[in-house]
């Protein structure tokens, strides 16, 4: 089975501070995702990447960015929290990009900015 | 614009009936559909994918298809406290458009 790792479950930052958020997969997935998952809004896509170094927008980016050096690993940035980032963020690996046989989520970190 | 509706409960089940789980979406160009179980604070977890009209059967799980009316559905037989869940609907149009997920419907199977 595709094992997705998202290296915190839970996370406690400072309004204004640097976060990173990291996420592995270890299937040889060409595509990953991030997505922030808050009560009454589902899932929403921040941004998605279908290949090292590419990146594509999703919904949401505004107040995001990121990283993909490595094809198993893909960072997302919040280059300076905010509150209303505080959310629950969730890693997806898919071996087609299309998802056809849908996306492997990470355990998700819940993040919250204070 | 890209939508995927469900219902968001609380759908309450007793148990041993059978659960009905509802979603629309609006996009006919949607080629795949998705089930996916979500545990309270936990992530998403796939529980069934349709690409074709009909149903498709997997244990006590039923996924049923009718592209005409943009209707996908999910039937859980003799339920269990355990099947107790947030249960999202996810569609794909096949391109690069990736995965949309409905907001999801909160199940509650009762003892």
């Known amino acids: 089975d595709v094992k997705v790792t998202q290296s915190s479950r839970y996370l406690v930052k400072r309004t204004g501070e640097k976060v990173f958020l990291e996420c592995v997969q270890d299937?040889?997935?060409?595509?990953m995702f991030w997505y922030r998952q808050d009560p009454g809004l589902g899932l929403r896509l921040i941004y998605f990447?279908?290949?090292?170094?590419?990146?594509e927008k999703g919904d949401i980016p505004e107040g995001y960015s990121v990283s993909r050096e490595k094809k198993e690993r893909f960072s997302l940035i919040l280059e300076s929290a905010s509150t209303n980032q505080t959310s629950m963020y969730l890693c997806a690996s898919s071996l087609s990009f299309a998802g056809d046989y849908g996306y492997t989520f990470g355990s998700g970190t819940r993040l919250t900015v204070v | 614009q890209k939508e995927v509706e469900q219902n968001s409960g609380p759908l309450s089940v007793p148990e041993g009936a059978i659960a009905s789980l509802n979603c629309t979406y609006s996009d006919r160009g949607s080629q795949s559909f998705f089930w996916y179980r979500q545990y309270s604070g936990k992530s998403p977890e796939l529980i069934m994918f349709i690409y074709s009209n009909g149903d498709k059967e997997d244990g006590r799980f039923t996924a049923q298809l009718n592209k005409a009316s943009q209707y996908v559905s999910l039937l859980i037989r003799d339920s269990q406290p355990s099947d107790s869940a947030t249960y999202l609907c996810a569609v794909n149009r096949g391109g690069a458009d990736g995965l949309t997920f409905g907001k999801g419907t909160h199940l509650i199977i009762q003892p």
């Open positions: 299937m040889d997935h060409e595509n």
């Open positions: 990447s279908y290949d090292v170094k590419m990146k």
